[in-house]
C-alpha cells in the first residue's frame, strides 16, 4: 500500500487515515496501456493528475485526455492547474486526441479541458472537432465530456455537447455556500442552469462534489436537491485532497460510512447513480455512466 502520490507535496497539517492508501497499480491491461503511453508519449490526466485509480481505470479500458492546453483562466482554490493567459489553441489536437484513443484501444474515453475564457467560443470548435474524430475513429468507444462553465454562452454549450457524446458532465466542485472561497469565479446557479440545459438538449448529465472542504451533511443534501431540480442523472462524491502547500487545506477526511450514507441519500433523493467514496475521482467508474 502507497499514500497517494497527488498530495505528497502538500504540507497538510491533518494525518492521513488508512482508507486514503492505495494499492500499486497492475495487470496486464494496465500494462499494456502503461507501455503504449511510454512508447508514444501520449498524454493522459490520469497519470499527469497521479489519480490513485489509475490501475484499475486503464484494466477497465477507460482512459481521460485534457484539450485545450494546460493553463488554465481560472483560478480555483483546490486546483494545481497553472493559472495565466493561455497560449494558442492546437488546431491539430482533435486529430492527435483521437489517434490516441484509437492505438490505447481504449474502450471509454473522457475527455476533459481547463476553462479557455478569453476564446469567444469557449473552446467549443475543438471541442466538438474531438469528439467527432474520435467518434471517426473508433466508433464503438463510448466518450464522457466533462466541460467547463461556458460563463451563459449557451451557444458554446450547445456546440460542445453536440457530438455524439454518451455523457456530458460538469464539476459543481462544492456546496453553494463555499463557491466564493472554492471557485471565485463561477456561480453555483449558472454551473445549475448549465447541467439543466444540458439534459433539456438531451444529454445524459453528472456532476461531482468534493468533500472535505468543510461543508454540513446538510449543504451537501441541498446540492443533491438542487441537482435533481435540474436534470442531473449522475453524481460523483469523492474526498477532497491538497495538491499542494498553496491551495485551500483539508477540513475534514470523510469517513467511508458517512460516503456510504451520502450514496443511499443521493439515490433516495432521484438521482439515477452515485458513485460515493473517498478516493472516488469524476472518471472513476466512468464507463458504468454510459447506459444508467
Not at 508514444?40 to 499527469?48: D, R, V
Not at 476564446?119 to 464503438?140: C, F, H, N
Not at 451520502?262 to 464507463?287: D, I, M, N, T
Amino acid at each position: 500500500m502507497i499514500e497517494l502520490p497527488v498530495i505528497a507535496e502538500a504540507q497538510t497539517k491533518k494525518k492521513k487515515p488508512d482508507w486514503l492508501r492505495v494499492k500499486l497499480p497492475i495487470g496486464k491491461e494496465y500494462a499494456r496501456v502503461r507501455k503504449l503511453v511510454d512508447e508514444h508519449q501520449l498524454h493522459t490526466i490520469c497519470e499527469s493528475g497521479n489519480c490513485p485509480n489509475m490501475g484499475e481505470c486503464w484494466g477497465a479500458g477507460t482512459a481521460t485526455f485534457m484539450i485545450l492546453g494546460n493553463v488554465c483562466t481560472r483560478s480555483c482554490s483546490f486546483c494545481a492547474v497553472a493559472t495565466g493567459r493561455p497560449p494558442e489553441y492546437d488546431e491539430d489536437e482533435p486529430r492527435r486526441v483521437a489517434e490516441a484513443i484509437k492505438l490505447m484501444q481504449v474502450k471509454h474515453a473522457v475527455i476533459t479541458s481547463v476553462n479557455r475564457d478569453e476564446l469567444k467560443d469557449r473552446g467549443a470548435e475543438i471541442w466538438y472537432q474531438t469528439v467527432t474524430e474520435t467518434k471517426k475513429l473508433s466508433p464503438q468507444t463510448t466518450i464522457e465530456t466533462l466541460i467547463p462553465d461556458v460563463k451563459s454562452n449557451w451557444d458554446a454549450l450547445y456546440r460542445m455537447i453536440s457530438a455524439g457524446q454518451e455523457v456530458v458532465s460538469h464539476n459543481m466542485e462544492t456546496v453553494e455556500r463555499l463557491y466564493r472561497r472554492v471557485r471565485p469565479q463561477a456561480k453555483y446557479n449558472r454551473s445549475l442552469e448549465q447541467i439543466k440545459r444540458t439534459k433539456e438538449y438531451g444529454k445524459r448529465t453528472k456532476t461531482g462534489i468534493m468533500l472535505g472542504l468543510g461543508e454540513t451533511k446538510e449543504e451537501v443534501h441541498e446540492a443533491m436537491d438542487h441537482l435533481v431540480a435540474h436534470g442531473c442523472d449522475i453524481l460523483t462524491l469523492g474526498q477532497y485532497l491538497q495538491p499542494t502547500s498553496r491551495h485551500i487545506e483539508v477540513a475534514e477526511f470523510i469517513h467511508p460510512e458517512q460516503f456510504e450514507a451520502y450514496r443511499e441519500a443521493g439515490l433516495q433523493r432521484g438521482l439515477k447513480y452515485v458513485e460515493s467514496g473517498p478516493l472516488v475521482r469524476s472518471s472513476y467508474h466512468a464507463e458504468r455512466h454510459v447506459n444508467v
